[in-house]
């Protein structure tokens, strides 16, 4: 379960730009919760390539988070902050973003059991598994829905289709960057906040960060013609529009387009 960030700018931008120092030093500060590591992805604004910087250190206590947050890398890039659920390992190998194909991923969610979620990858799929999380195989199934379907808006379309089906229950919130989109998914009508997973961690409900209780899967959105900008629930600024329930966008990383994805089907 972690939180995350995303954006789609007009220029080049840094993720404390694009939200704004406060915001994002409240961003950061959900640490308090999300302490399991932290990740970085953007688009190279000459090569394409998408680049990816992780470290399973606490994002607050991490120079090089800092640094590169502040950096204007791209005009595309998602930021997030890890909370390891379940008994899944605090390592490199587990910390998102995940990185394949040119394509970076990161999830907030829980789908279990993992070995269900298995029997729905290739061995192609499995073989390029690194870590232990189902984040990681929420991703190959997204990435081999891709190669199956040759068209990025149609893999992740099946890919979610599909786990909604399996995994009704499910939260499979996340963001999954390319050389041309940003996905923005937000499919968690059915999970159950972890609202006393959150209280036990603070010595008073005052102390809880905002909307962590039955609003911990929310996220909200702002779309102008300037750009794009997604992230959890967390933050207590206005001016954000609630995203829609079990939904997921698609937004052009040059035109800055944004459209529905049909999950229905």
């Not at 998602?78 to 899944?88: C, I, P, S, Y």
């Not at 690194?130 to 890919?159: K, M, N, P, W």
């Not at 794009?228 to 995203?243: E, L, M």
Request: aromatic share 8%; with cysteine; proline share 4%.
């Amino acid at each position: 379960m972690c939180r995350l960030f995303g954006y789609v700018s007009h220029e080049r931008t840094s993720p404390v730009k694009e939200l704004g120092e406060e915001d994002f030093e409240e961003f950061t500060s959900l640490t308090r919760v999300h302490s399991d590591g932290w990740g970085m992805a953007w688009r190279d604004p000459e090569t394409k390539r998408i680049e990816v910087r992780r470290s399973p250190l606490r994002a607050d206590n991490d120079p090089e988070y800092a640094k590169l947050s502040t950096q204007l890398h791209s005009k595309a890039g998602f930021v997030h902050l890890r909370w390891a659920t379940g008994n899944l390992a605090i390592t490199q190998e587990n910390t998102h973003p995940f990185l394949d194909d040119n394509m970076a991923f990161a999830h907030n969610g829980n789908i279990e059991p993992i070995s269900q979620l298995e029997e729905l990858l290739t061995a192609d799929s499995m073989s390029r598994l690194r870590g232990a999380t189902d984040s990681e195989r929420y991703f190959q199934l997204i990435r081999q829905c891709v190669e199956a379907t040759g068209d990025e808006r149609q893999g992740v379309t099946q890919a979610l289709r599909i786990l909604m089906h399996h995994f009704p229950n499910a939260s499979l919130n996340a963001l999954l960057l390319t050389s041309t989109h940003l996905f923005a998914i937000h499919v968690n009508s059915r999970a159950d906040s972890p609202q006393d997973k959150v209280r036990a961690l603070f010595e008073s409900p005052d102390a809880v960060p905002a909307r962590h209780g039955n609003e911990y899967y929310a996220m909200d959105y702002r779309h102008d013609s300037s750009g794009f900008t997604v992230i959890s629930s967390g933050i207590t600024r206005t001016g954000w529009t609630a995203a829609a329930t079990d939904a997921a966008a698609i937004i052009d990383l040059e035109t800055r387009e944004r459209e529905r994805l049909d999950l229905i089907g």
